[in-house]
């Protein structure tokens, strides 16, 4: 079965500009995660989707944050304007919702803010 | 809120020697247990789990983890490793039916040869 699929890989920007990023789970998974991994740290989670509600997003700095998952498959993760340390890689994750902790991993998505 | 501490940041090992990989956590409620491996400029994938039943679980890769409940504990080994191993190892705890995952901060095991 095709993976996680993340856009784009890579994406340098300057601080205050907005970026957008994809993500495409695995046909069939109900839940959909975005976490933040800084470099030298484990992934944080910011957001849970179940289908297209979102069951905790407690942890995304919502000033600048935000994420919809449109029609409970595909989803976007926005920061609007970024900052120096919103430098790191964002990984999309997606699981049936039922199974704890199998989680499917997209490659990421690395985002330098300069 | 539940919480997971891994020990060493950086293990280094000799090929075909042993290796441990030590992660403890902290919860006041049951959870389930995970370790999962990153390759260099790769998601992550899991690798082994820990749900209830036995103990100890066995992964893929040739690697098998203990749950120790009184040590709060979920230590991972291998007994002989190889170059290939060579990743970030991160250990990862649940709250039963949270679904979320909280992630230590990794280590990263350097297998040479």
């Known amino acids: 079965e095709a993976g996680v699929a993340q856009s784009p890989r890579y994406k340098i920007i300057e601080k205050r500009q907005s970026v957008a990023f994809w993500c495409n789970p695995i046909?069939?998974?109900?839940?959909l995660y975005w976490y933040q991994q800084i470099l030298g740290q484990g992934p944080k989670l910011l957001i849970q989707f179940q289908n297209n509600g979102v069951v905790d997003d407690s942890q995304l700095p919502k000033d600048r944050f935000s994420a919809e998952r449109l029609k409970g498959v595909d989803s976007t993760l926005k920061i609007q304007p970024a900052k120096l340390e919103d430098s790191a890689v964002y990984l999309c994750?997606?699981?049936?919702?039922?199974?704890?902790?199998?989680?499917?991993f997209g490659e990421g998505s690395r985002l330098t803010v300069l | 809120a539940q919480s997971v501490t891994q020990l060493d940041s950086q293990v280094p090992v000799f090929e075909e020697a042993p290796v441990e990989l030590r992660c403890n956590y902290s919860s006041s409620v049951s959870v389930y247990l995970f370790w999962y491996v990153q390759y260099p400029n790769q998601g992550l994938q899991l690798l082994l789990k820990?749900?209830?039943?036995?103990?100890l679980v066995k992964g893929i890769n040739g690697f098998e983890a203990e749950f120790n409940k009184s040590q709060t504990s979920f230590h991972m080994r291998k007994p002989s490793v190889h170059i290939s191993d060579t990743a970030e190892y991160f250990c990862?705890?649940?709250?039963?039916?949270?679904?979320?995952?909280?992630f230590g901060k990794g280590t990263k095991l350097s297998v040479i040869p």
């Open positions: 046909s069939g998974h109900a839940t």
């Open positions: 990862a705890v649940e709250e039963a039916g949270s679904y979320q995952l909280t």
């Open positions: 994750a997606s699981s049936w919702g039922q199974r704890a902790g199998e989680l499917f």
């Open positions: 820990y749900l209830s039943g036995s103990t």
